[in-house]
């Protein structure tokens, strides 16, 4: 490149272009795990920048996605290879179900030996993580790089949101590049104002309806109003069937409880129902397979969705594509009727310490804890004692997985703690679930987050027994896992620990978890249900 008066001018490099890119757009912390083929993106790395180091990819991943919901921006990865990417696919496939906003880039070897498929080569690096990313490439020019890593951001960034991948040869790093400008995109879906106009009116003539909320009330900040509009219909509310976010005060009055994921079941608890007027939600998320009608006989339904696909799955009522904040909305543009306001749900009798039990363990925390700390939760067979008595009464204080896979929890929490350093973060896990990704808490060490990893220890994979007794199984190979001990692998990794057998020291170990600055894991063996 040369000026009009024939003096060169050095363009930079792709790395150059890169990291401006990444700073103009705000991605200064980068979740990793380098590999050879990583390096040289790192060759003077900017000291306005951070590297997040993870021990294994599927932990830096979760990590990375914990932080991308708590700060609700996407979060920058760097894996290494075929092999980094294939360790954290069962994170990104998490990360695709929690429509979390990450920006992936992989190494890939020098691009003059890629035709010989040497050591550490991708082989088709854009195909191996579809279909759980929303776009991935490998450039045809290394000049190409700095573009692709942009719309990676812009794609990742509108919604739904998602995962995006960028596989990058090794020697591209060092090209020459011209900058690229950030850009403004814009990330929002405005619903239909003819279908959100026909939802408000059949809203307001039901004569019995209902909500359920769903995760996108969380990602599109519609909290508020989404308690305006229950209030002002005077309408039963319930949690969407295994959500990954809390979307409605748990202790409110209208607070009707928890769908599961039975379609039986749904239909039964909204019975009653008129009209079922599902927000940010899929329609339904089931676990079991059942047979029946979708909805109650007679009822209508409204869908809104940020997710189109789930729009055209979805097997009953009108589906309206719309972020929830816009198109709550405007659902709150139409008069409601008067109404009588429903039964109240009936609070969950006290529980006794008479035996170290999930149920005792969550029924004290929630009187120890304080109401906007960050719960982050992976423990399968201890979720309905969490929501019988641990409710979540501020928003965006509840994380959970929303692909039924393990390995999340640990990992996330440690990226909400950074997103959200404020805020004490307290992580339930199952004892299967901690082992998935444990690593994990080498990390909060190393960085000293405060958090409370409270493992709810039953042993083993009690979930799987429990599920098995549906199909008739009462005894299944392969759940026991008694013999670990937490506190020595939490002190290995740099944490304090404590363990839990007798209900009398519950509250004093809780209490020093829940210290404000406090790094540490409670090993609680409780009694399995």
């Known amino acids: ?172 790093w060092d090209r020459p590049c011209e900058p690229l400008a950030a850009r403004e995109v814009s990330q929002l879906t405005v619903g239909d104002p003819a279908l959100l106009a026909k939802a408000a009116a059949m ?17 599109d900040d519609a909290w508020a109003e989404t308690i305006e509009l229950a209030e002002r219909h005077q309408t039963p509310v319930w949690a969407s069937p295994r959500s990954p976010r809390n979307a409605f005060p748990e202790d409110h009055r209208l607070f009707a409880g928890f769908l ?78 008067d109404r009588s306001p429903p039964v109240a749900r009936p609070h969950a009798k006290a529980v006794t310490g008479l035996t170290l039990t999930d149920a005792f363990v969550m029924s004290r925390l929630a009187a120890l804890r304080d109401r906007h700390s960050i719960i982050v939760e992976e423990a399968p067979s201890s979720r309905g004692a969490l929501t019988d008595y641990l409710p979540m009464l501020e928003p965006d204080t509840f994380h959970t997985c929303a692909s039924g896979g393990l390995g999340h929890g640990l990992a996330a929490a440690v990226g909400v703690a950074l997103a959200k350093p404020t805020q004490k973060v307290i992580a339930i896990l199952g004892d299967g679930s901690a082992m998935y990704a444990i690593q994990a808490l080498w990390t909060a060490a190393e960085l000293k987050l405060p958090i409370a990893f409270l493992i709810i220890n039953n042993g083993g994979y009690q979930a799987l027994n429990e599920f098995g007794r549906l199909f008739d199984i009462q005894e299944l190979q392969g759940t026991s896992i008694d013999h670990l001990d937490f506190c020595a692998l939490a002190n290995g990794h740099g944490v304090t620990a404590r363990r839990v057998d007798r209900p009398e020291d519950l509250d004093s170990a809780l209490t020093a978890a829940l210290t404000p600055n406090a790094l540490m894991l409670i090993d609680i063996r409780v009694v399995p249900a």
């Open 260 to 337: 599961p994921p039975d379609r039986a079941q749904i239909c039964a608890r909204l019975a009653q129902a008129d009209l079922i007027l599902v927000l940010g939600a899929p329609v339904f998320t089931y676990h079991v397979e059942g047979q029946g009608p979708h909805a109650p006989p007679g009822a209508s339904l409204i869908h809104l969705t940020d997710e189109p696909g789930s729009a055209t799955w979805a097997p009953v009522g009108l589906s309206i594509v719309t972020h929830l904040k816009h198109g709550i909305g405007a659902l709150l543009k139409t008069p409601a009727p």
């Open 1 to 172: 490149m040369s000026k009009a008066d024939g003096k060169s001018v050095n363009p930079g490099t792709v790395r150059d272009a890169a990291f401006k890119l990444f700073r103009d757009v705000g991605l200064t912390t980068i979740f990793g795990n380098p590999g050879s083929t990583e390096l040289p993106m790192f060759r003077g790395f900017p000291k306005d920048f951070r590297y997040v180091l993870g021990l294994q990819e599927s932990v830096v991943v979760g990590m990375a996605d914990g932080h991308a919901q708590a700060s609700k921006h996407a979060a920058l990865i760097n894996l290494h290879s075929a092999v980094g990417v294939g360790h954290a696919m069962g994170s990104i496939f998490t990360a695709y179900k929690n429509q979390t906003p990450l920006v992936i880039t992989a190494g890939q070897q020098a691009r003059s030996i890629l035709p010989y498929e040497p050591f550490l080569y991708s082989e088709q690096a854009a195909n191996l993580p579809k279909p759980y990313v929303k776009w991935s490439c490998e450039p045809a020019r290394a000049e190409d790089v700095p573009h692709a890593l942009a719309r990676a951001y812009y794609t990742a960034m509108q919604s739904p949101r998602g995962p995006t991948l960028v596989s990058v040869p090794i020697d591209d």
């Open 203 to 219: 809203l307001s003539a039901a004569q019995h309806p209902v909500i359920v909320v769903g995760p996108s009330i969380a990602r």
